[in-house]
């Protein structure tokens, strides 16, 4: 895969009305088994509530990662989902993943967090996924 950084862009707007995760249709990379990658992540979103969002991987794959909001100062690494403001339409979000021994995918999923109200990932939006040398 090498140290150069690979960057999905999204080519079209997706909208999600659903508390039910549903799975992003550009952001999404290959992954090697047994091999760590650090990312970054910038999303457009466009949503009237709070959305969530986390990623689909291999059996065994883990992903440790953290929201980059300038208006909240205690930003925390999580493990699974995270639950964006409501107010925020940029995202920013980095971590790593570890993958086990299973080769595949890491995708984004998103959905709302209550409700059912439109969360919009906007064409724009990128992932950019870097193996961990």
Known sequence: MG????????????????????????LTHTVLASTRYTFRLWLNVTTANAPKFQFSM??????????HDPSDTSWS??????VGSATAKIFYFTGSFD???????????????????????????????????
């Not at 690494?77 to 995270?82: A, F, K, L, S, Y």
């Open 99 to 133: 993958i086990d021994t299973t080769a595949g995918s890491v995708g984004l999923q998103f959905a709302s967090n209550s409700g059912a109200v439109d969360v919009t990932v906007a064409e724009g939006s990128h992932f950019e996924l870097m193996e961990a040398v």
């Open 77 to 82: 690494v999580q493990t699974g989902e995270i």
């Open 58 to 67: 291999p059996s065994g794959g883990t992903v440790s990662w953290t929201e």
């Open 3 to 26: 140290l150069f950084p690979r960057v999905k862009i999204k080519t079209a707007d997706q909208t999600r009305t659903s508390t039910t995760y549903v799975a992003d249709t550009h």
